[in-house]
């Protein structure tokens, strides 16, 4: 068995029922649940929260654009898009 450790949360009394009643559902106990929930989203939030700082951090040293600037861009990038011969389904 692997080594764990506990942690104490509070959450709202509906976030309860519903991990009661997803943990009754999947046949698993509460702590379970919430690992394996854990488990499958703490990368994602992980990366989410790193690419907000990134882009903070690119804000505060002035590497920003106009949104004239963004909608040139992708007119531009439309527009090539138009002009090039389409691929034919395989």
Do not use: C, N, W
């Not at 989203?41 to 590497?63: K, N, T």
């Amino acid at each position: 068995m692997k080594k764990s450790v506990t942690i104490t949360a509070r959450v709202t009394p509906a976030l309860a029922k519903k991990l009661t009643s997803y943990a009754k559902t999947a046949k698993r106990t509460k702590s379970q649940a919430v690992e394996m929930i854990l488990d499958r989203h703490i990368d994602h939030e992980r990366a989410v929260v790193e690419a907000i700082s990134a882009g903070l951090a690119s804000a505060e040293r002035g590497e920003v654009y106009t949104t004239e600037e963004v909608f040139a861009a992708l007119k531009a990038k439309s527009e090539k898009r138009r002009r090039s011969p389409r691929r034919k389904a395989a």
